[in-house]
């Protein structure tokens, strides 16, 4: 081992594996339950206000809302907006996605942690089966960091979207919070993941350390992120709304979030702050503080917005 390598590899070692437990705000370990519904998605979990397969969409929200967590993270991410959405009469889904099981104890899972291809892959799954019980014919998307990049990835690759025939997309809208869609820094790791490059590794060789391929995988300048922004960020005949938070430390910077092409009258960029100057949403607090909250469901239904106050 070099002398540098021996001096950084320690310290760059612990604080990546620290960011990797925390890259959504919270780790999140927990047994995998059958799913009750035959999904093929990991688990279809018990989640108030969501996951009623037996929903009959309403002529007001004709389209289910697909709620999807992100890294490290499960569905009980949406214990907040789930109920309050149902609420307001939406069908509600959400699953858990990402799932890879811990080494010593394969019966617990580490949920939005594998390949953030087959994350896609599982979402657009868990979509199809969404709008076969509902019988609607798009979904709109709601996705907290990860789960929004994973969201695109499903949209770009994975049949979420028809780039021939926009009419045919299976996803009318698009809502992100804090989304990692143009990679995040995250301090030790963005740190260990350029040491590995200068020293002639890969980037996904943080993979072993963290047992956290996404975690690697939404790092600015990846291969996925590469990937799935090649040729611009947004899919014809989708509605997009990226929310971020001036306070972001997970999602960072925060203005990397954004949406960097498209056309402005259907990608709609907005702070937190905007609605409300004086909020101080951290990136865990975009899925359970109310002004965030306004903000989503402003952006599935504009007459909200022209109806409701903002709760500043």
Partial sequence: MSNTLSRVLP????????GALCLTGAGTATAAPASPTGTSVSAT???????DFGCVPSAAHPRPVVLVHGTKMDASTWKTLAPQLKSEGYCVFAPNYGGVSLLLDPSTTIWGSGDIA???RQIGRFV????????AEQVDLVGHSQGGTSSRQYMKFDGGTDPQD???NKVHTLVTLGATNHGTTFGGLQQLSELLTSLGLPGDALTPLTYNMAGAQQLVGSTTLTSLNDGGDVQTGVEYTVIATRNDTVSTPPGNTFLRSGDPSTVHNVWVQDVCPSATTSHIGLVTDPAPLYMVKSALD????ATTPAPC
């Fill in 11 to 18: 310290t760059a070692v612990a604080a990546a594996v620290a």
């Fill in 45 to 51: 979990p018990v989640l108030e206000g969501a996951n």
């Fill in 118 to 120: 087959e994350s896609g």
């Fill in 128 to 135: 199809d089966e969404v709008l076969a019980a509902t019988g």
């Fill in 166 to 168: 926009p009419a045919r």
């Fill in 302 to 305: 504009p007459d909200y917005a």
